[in-house]
C-alpha cells in the first residue's frame, strides 16, 4: 500500500515538475557557491594565484604572432556587441515562431549576468596581468566578461533553439555552443587579458545564470 501510494504520487504533474527542476537548481547553487568561495580566494590575493601563473607559463611558448591574431578574432565573438547581435538574429527567428516569452527569458539571463558581473569587476577590482604587446583593457579583471557573455549568451542561445529539435540537432547545437564558449574564454588567457581564474570566475557566474534560465523555460512550458 505505502508503495501504491508513493508510486502515484509521482506520476502527479507537480511532483514530475519538480523532480525536473531539482538537478538544474541543485546545478546553480553549487556554481553559485563555487564563484563565492573564489571571489573570496581573488580577493585575498590581490595579484595572480599559482594556478594563474602556472597557466601563463604554459601557454607562454606559443604565443606566437599568428596565433595571438587568430585567437583576437576569436575573442571578438564574446563582446558584448557579438552576443547582442547573435541574440537579435537569434530572437527575431523565435519572433517568428511566437516564442516571445523564450526570447524575454534570454535576454533576461543575459542582462543579469552582465550586470552581476561588473558588480563583481568593481567590488573585487582585480588588477589585470602583465599585457603582451598590442592588447590592453581597462575595467578590472575579475570576472573575465567575456566569458560571462559567451557562456550566458552563446550556451542559452543554443538551449533555446535546439530544446524542441531532434536529439542529433540537440546534440550538435551543444557542441558547437561548448567549443565557442571554451574558445573565446581561453582566448581571453592566450591574449594575456585576463588570469585563468578570472575565465573560470566567469564561466560559474554565467552557469548560474543560464541554469536560472533553463529553469524559467522548463518552467514556462509545464504551464
Request: proline share 5%; hydrophobic share 55%; with cysteine.
Amino acid at each position: 500500500m505505502p508503495a501504491t501510494f508513493l508510486d502515484s504520487g509521482l506520476h502527479r504533474p507537480a511532483l514530475r515538475v519538480r523532480a525536473a527542476w531539482s538537478p538544474l537548481l541543485a546545478a546553480s547553487l553549487f556554481c553559485a557557491v563555487l564563484f563565492l568561495l573564489l571571489c573570496v580566494q581573488v580577493g585575498g590575493s590581490r595579484g595572480a594565484l599559482p594556478f594563474d601563473e602556472a597557466a601563463a607559463a604554459l601557454l607562454s611558448p606559443y604565443r606566437s604572432p599568428g596565433l595571438l591574431a587568430s585567437f583576437a578574432l576569436l575573442t571578438v565573438l564574446g563582446s558584448g556587441n557579438g552576443v547582442v547581435l547573435a541574440g537579435a538574429l537569434a530572437s527575431a527567428c523565435l519572433a517568428l515562431q511566437r516564442r516571445w516569452r523564450l526570447a524575454a527569458v534570454f535576454w533576461g539571463v543575459l542582462a543579469c549576468s552582465g550586470v552581476s558581473a561588473w558588480a563583481v569587476k568593481v567590488l573585487v577590482a582585480r588588477p589585470r596581468p602583465e599585457f603582451i604587446e598590442g592588447f590592453a583593457a581597462s575595467s578590472p579583471s575579475f570576472p573575465s566578461s567575456h566569458a560571462v557573455a559567451a557562456l550566458a549568451g552563446y550556451g542559452f542561445l543554443a538551449y533555446v533553439l535546439a530544446r524542441d529539435a531532434r536529439p542529433a540537432t540537440r546534440w550538435l547545437a551543444a557542441v558547437a555552443a561548448t567549443l565557442l564558449v571554451v574558445l573565446v574564454a581561453g582566448s581571453r588567457v592566450m591574449l594575456g587579458l585576463h588570469h585563468a581564474s578570472d575565465v573560470i570566475g566567469g564561466l560559474l557566474l554565467a552557469g548560474c545564470w543560464f541554469l536560472a534560465g533553463v529553469l524559467a523555460a522548463r518552467r514556462m512550458s509545464s504551464r
